[in-house]
């Protein structure tokens, strides 16, 4: 019976315990408008990123801002890429700028930049999850 307690007591304290690290997460809104703010959710979530996405900023404890740019490549420089290295190349880039920012004092808290290649046409989608993932990493390693 004593056992039993224990491990009823034990089995509260964690679930409170869990509760209570979910209530202490950060908060973080990412602008709907922002195509970029989808694969960068699904970032967080996959890299396990202790914070919590918000739709409401007045909620926030961060909010995220990214700057895009994408540059598609080309088949005629996968062709030149082909005959000049070997290897064809379109030097298809997708690079994001990504600047978290304290809601309350508006200072940075974290800045990073992410650029991916591929070596092959019309995989933007692709791209956009490895930068997004690579974005989520590094803030994970930085967040305090």
């Known amino acids: 019976m004593y056992t039993r307690r224990l491990a009823v007591i034990g089995l509260i304290l964690a679930i409170s315990s869990a509760a209570a690290?979910?209530?202490q997460r950060k908060k973080i809104y990412l602008d709907p408008n922002n195509s970029?703010?989808?694969?960068?959710?699904?970032?967080?979530?996959k890299k396990q990123v202790p914070v919590t996405v918000t739709m409401d900023p007045k909620q926030a404890d961060y909010t995220?801002?990214?700057?895009?740019?994408?540059?598609n490549g080309s088949v005629i420089e996968g062709i030149l890429s082909s005959l000049?290295?070997?290897?064809?190349?379109?030097?298809?880039?997708?690079?994001?700028v990504m600047t978290v920012v304290d809601a309350k004092s508006k200072d940075v808290v974290?800045?990073?930049t992410c650029s991916k290649s591929?070596?092959?046409?019309?995989?933007?989608s692709a791209?956009?999850?490895?930068?997004?993932?690579?974005?989520?990493?590094?803030w994970k390693d930085n967040l305090h």
């Open 36 to 45: 970029f703010s989808a694969y960068f959710s699904a970032a967080l979530q």
């Open 118 to 124: 591929s070596q092959y046409q019309n995989r933007s």
């Open 84 to 96: 000049g290295q070997g290897n064809y190349d379109t030097r298809s880039i997708n690079e994001v």
């Open 110 to 112: 974290f800045s990073y």
């Open 21 to 23: 690290t979910q209530e």
């Open 64 to 71: 995220a801002q990214f700057q895009a740019e994408d540059k």
């Open 127 to 138: 791209l956009s999850t490895s930068v997004a993932e690579c974005l989520a990493k590094h």
